[in-house]
């Protein structure tokens, strides 16, 4: 069984601090995907990154850098400079084989709210 | 630009009343995901499509039905909603599995279904 543990429910920040969100996942197949989503008030789900379980490789888009360690099962999420744009529910997801079935497992989402 | 189109944003339906909401995308992508998001939730895969294949998952209720004419179409049939089937529902898609990103699920803005 697949499963993905995001244990921050809610973070509140200030305007230009640098917030991490985590990502604990389980899964029995060595070859697997994890993704991070958001999702803004208006509801879309806005696909992040996704990382394969064979790249390690840390990776910085703009102000988003990720954080992938098979050792400790995590993929966690840094934003800096938060912005209030940044407010949204941030989702982390694993897809696991082929085999396992074409399907998503959703973390239970981090909610960001950036205070000007 | 390439999207997934959900119609309409919002809907209000009655107890029992049947309603159908529609998705369509210009991606091409082959596969074609519903979820169901309750308020405050991960979002819950209902069923997909692989083409014309039809996967439902084990749990989702026979009161949710879903239909592909084609492979830029795919709507979601509620027959006799209740006041717990008031969420946001998505739709997704991705490619295939031999294509280059076989995993990534690229989501439409939702529709939110309320129940009176």
């Known amino acids: 069984a697949q499963k993905v543990t995001q244990a921050q429910t809610e973070i509140s920040v200030v305007e230009k601090e640098d917030v991490t969100l985590d990502c604990v996942y389980e899964t029995r197949d060595t070859t697997y995907y994890l993704f991070w989503y958001k999702q803004p008030p208006s509801g879309e789900l806005v696909f992040l990154i996704r990382?394969?379980?064979?790249?390690?490789q840390n990776e910085i888009s703009g102000r988003y850098s990720w954080n992938f360690q098979k050792s400790t099962s995590s993929f966690n999420f840094t934003i800096t400079a938060s912005q209030v744009v940044d407010s949204a529910v941030y989702f982390c997801a694993l897809r696991g084989s082929w085999a396992a079935g074409n399907k998503l497992t959703f973390g239970g989402g981090t909610r960001v709210l950036v205070k000007p | 630009d390439a999207m997934v189109i959900q119609n309409p944003r919002y809907q209000v339906t009655q107890f029992g009343k049947p309603v159908t909401l529609s998705c369509s995308q210009t991606?091409?992508?082959?596969?074609m995901y519903w979820y169901q998001q309750k308020s405050s939730q991960a979002p819950k895969l209902l069923f997909h499509y692989y083409d014309k294949d039809f996967n439902n998952e084990a749990d989702t209720p026979d009161n949710f039905q879903s239909r592909r004419p084609n492979t830029s179409f795919c709507f979601l049939d509620i027959r006799s909603p209740g006041l717990g089937d008031a969420a946001m529902y998505l739709c997704?898609?991705?490619?295939?599995?031999?294509?280059?990103?076989?995993?990534?699920?690229?989501f439409g803005p939702g529709t939110r279904l309320t129940v009176l």
């Open positions: 991606l091409n992508h082959n596969v």
């Open positions: 990382r394969n379980s064979f790249d390690e």
């Open positions: 997704a898609t991705s490619r295939p599995w031999a294509s280059g990103d076989p995993d990534t699920q690229y």
